[in-house]
């Protein structure tokens, strides 16, 4: 799987999700990639998520449209919603990553798993690029 | 006004053992999508066209399970799913089990713009594809040797995607 977030210089904010899903997978499965709200979500004034790891317990949280609205409805910020939301798909027994980035621009990932292959850049000149968890 | 950009290249039992020597080439791909979805948001582009551009250059790398380099179905096929979401409008597109886009988000980006509906599935995804002129190509253009031997390992010990603890997804 593989996720983009971003803000423009306008404010607005978008996400986006692609995957071949698990090696093996049978009946037509679909995880959350492709389900908005769950695997991606994106909504200016709160934030942009895409998501990858063990898809049904993904899908079960609902993880992109719950940070979002922890963020509006609880005025969390950004780390701390994601950070929850995350911990509801662990305490499912769900494993994977989040990236995700605030309507200020903060850039953000968070992962349960030994590692994620991320990056990120802002126009204040941050670029990253990491595999493993340390 | 900032911009911001991020991405993944999922998430999994991803250790410098696992990765061993595809480490390089797999930062370097990484660092090519960054480099296609901030050149947009530099020149004042929009968040929207930013994510399909670093998608696309994921989707086109065998490293990523995305496009070419996904995952197998258990019988051998690339069946891709996609979705992206415009912030501004909430307008949001995305396809489950296609076969043949070349680019799953450039046909899930479509079916935002194109049509009336959020999600396509299937062989009625394939046909919109065709209809609107999104880029398709062979579905044998996506498997890789790598993910033909996994699934041929997997079959082998008899077991399906679930068996595996998410190992190769």
């Given at each position: 799987?593989?996720?983009?977030?971003a803000?423009?210089?306008?404010?607005?904010?978008?996400a986006?999700?692609?995957?071949?899903?698990?090696?093996?997978?049978?009946?037509?499965?679909?995880?959350?990639?492709?389900?908005?709200?769950?695997?991606?979500?994106a909504?200016?004034?709160?934030?942009?998520v895409?998501?990858?790891?063990?898809?049904?317990f993904?899908?079960?949280?609902?993880?992109?449209?719950?940070?979002?609205a922890r963020?509006?409805?609880?005025?969390e910020?950004?780390?701390?919603?994601?950070?929850?939301?995350?911990?509801?798909?662990?305490?499912?027994?769900?494993?994977?990553?989040?990236?995700?980035?605030?309507?200020?621009?903060?850039?953000?990932?968070r992962?349960?798993?030994?590692?994620?292959?991320r990056?990120?850049?802002?126009?204040?000149?941050?670029?990253e690029?990491?595999?493993?968890?340390? | 006004?900032?911009?911001?950009l991020?991405?993944?290249?999922?998430?999994?039992?991803?250790?410098?053992?696992v990765?061993?020597?595809?480490?390089?080439?797999?930062?370097?791909?990484l660092?090519?999508?960054?480099?296609?979805?901030?050149?947009?948001?530099?020149?004042?582009g929009?968040?929207i066209?930013?994510?399909q551009?670093?998608i696309?250059?994921?989707?086109?790398d065998?490293?990523?399970?995305a496009?070419?380099?996904?995952a197998?179905?258990?019988?051998?096929?690339?069946?891709?799913?996609?979705?992206?979401m415009?912030?501004?409008?909430?307008?949001?597109?995305?396809?489950?089990?296609?076969?043949?886009?070349?680019?799953?988000?450039?046909?899930?980006?479509?079916?935002?713009?194109?049509?009336?509906?959020?999600?396509?599935?299937?062989?009625g995804?394939?046909?919109?594809?065709?209809?609107?002129?999104?880029?398709?190509i062979?579905?044998?253009?996506?498997?890789?040797?790598?993910?033909i031997?996994?699934?041929?390992e997997?079959?082998?010990?008899?077991?399906?995607a679930?068996d595996?603890?998410?190992?190769?997804?």
């Amino acid at each position: 799987t593989v996720g983009a977030v971003a803000l423009d210089t306008a404010g607005h904010l978008a996400a986006a999700t692609s995957t071949g899903g698990v090696t093996g997978k049978r009946w037509g499965r679909i995880g959350d990639s492709p389900l908005i709200g769950a695997g991606t979500w994106a909504q200016d004034g709160a934030c942009a998520v895409s998501c990858t790891g063990a898809g049904e317990f993904f899908v079960r949280v609902g993880v992109g449209h719950a940070i979002a609205a922890r963020i509006r409805h609880l005025g969390e910020p950004l780390e701390g919603a994601v950070a929850a939301v995350l911990g509801e798909v662990t305490a499912l027994g769900g494993t994977g990553g989040i990236i995700a980035v605030g309507a200020d621009g903060t850039p953000q990932w968070r992962f349960s798993t030994p590692g994620m292959h991320r990056a990120r850049a802002t126009s204040d000149g941050l670029c990253e690029v990491e595999l493993f968890a340390e | 006004m900032t911009w911001t950009l991020v991405i993944h290249g999922g998430a999994g039992r991803i250790t410098p053992k696992v990765v061993g020597g595809k480490e390089q080439a797999i930062r370097e791909a990484l660092a090519r999508a960054l480099d296609a979805g901030t050149a947009i948001l530099a020149n004042g582009g929009a968040a929207i066209d930013a994510v399909q551009a670093a998608i696309e250059v994921l989707e086109d790398d065998p490293h990523f399970n995305a496009g070419r380099g996904a995952a197998l179905s258990y019988d051998g096929v690339a069946e891709l799913d996609a979705a992206i979401m415009d912030g501004a409008t909430r307008d949001a597109g995305a396809v489950a089990g296609t076969t043949r886009a070349r680019h799953p988000i450039a046909l899930a980006r479509a079916v935002m713009e194109r049509s009336p509906h959020v999600m396509l599935a299937g062989e009625g995804a394939d046909a919109f594809a065709e209809a609107n002129g999104v880029e398709t190509i062979d579905n044998g253009w996506f498997a890789t040797p790598e993910r033909i031997s996994q699934l041929a390992e997997l079959r082998a010990a008899g077991g399906d995607a679930f068996d595996v603890d998410m190992k190769y997804g």
